[in-house]
């Protein structure tokens, strides 16, 4: 993998499941690390459903491999929060980089 492609720094985020007073369960996203990875846009679109506009961002993120990254996690990168969208994929199995799937919640 070439570092030139790693120009984005982008915090990892792990969900902890906790109770509130009342028992509730309540997730809270914890820092799992920061890391430098490559954000590519892929696709942008807007939705009209029910008088009501929401707008989506599709993006792939590639990291150097990590072992312990899920598909329930999210990252950040400045004020931009990313949900992943799919598992993460390691292409050619070969522990060396990390693809996920992301679209940016807005």
Same mark, same amino acid.
């Not at 790693?6 to 990892?12: A, S």
């Given at each position: 993998?070439?570092?030139?492609?790693?120009?984005? %720094?982008?915090?990892?985020? =792990?969900?902890?499941?906790?109770?509130?007073?009342?028992?509730?369960?309540?997730?809270?996203? @914890?820092p799992?690390g920061?890391?430098?990875?490559?954000?590519e846009? /892929?696709?942008?679109?807007?939705?009209?459903a029910? %008088?009501?506009?929401?707008? !989506?961002?599709? @993006?792939? @993120? @590639?990291?150097r491999? =990590?072992?312990?990254?899920?598909?329930?996690?999210? /990252? %950040?990168?400045?004020? !931009?929060?990313? !949900?992943?969208?799919?598992?993460?994929?390691?292409?050619d199995m070969?522990?060396? !980089?990390?693809?996920l799937?992301?679209?940016? /919640?807005?």
């Amino acid at each position: 993998m070439r570092a030139g492609r790693l120009r984005h %720094r982008v915090e990892l985020l =792990r969900p902890q499941i906790t109770r509130d007073a009342l028992g509730a369960a309540v997730t809270e996203w @914890v820092p799992a690390g920061t890391v430098w990875a490559g954000v590519e846009p /892929l696709v942008g679109r807007e939705l009209h459903a029910a %008088r009501q506009e929401h707008s !989506e961002i599709s @993006v792939r @993120v @590639v990291m150097r491999y =990590r072992a312990d990254v899920a598909a329930d996690w999210r /990252l %950040r990168r400045g004020a !931009e929060t990313m !949900e992943l969208v799919a598992p993460p994929i390691n292409p050619d199995m070969r522990n060396r !980089e990390l693809q996920l799937m992301c679209r940016v /919640l807005v």
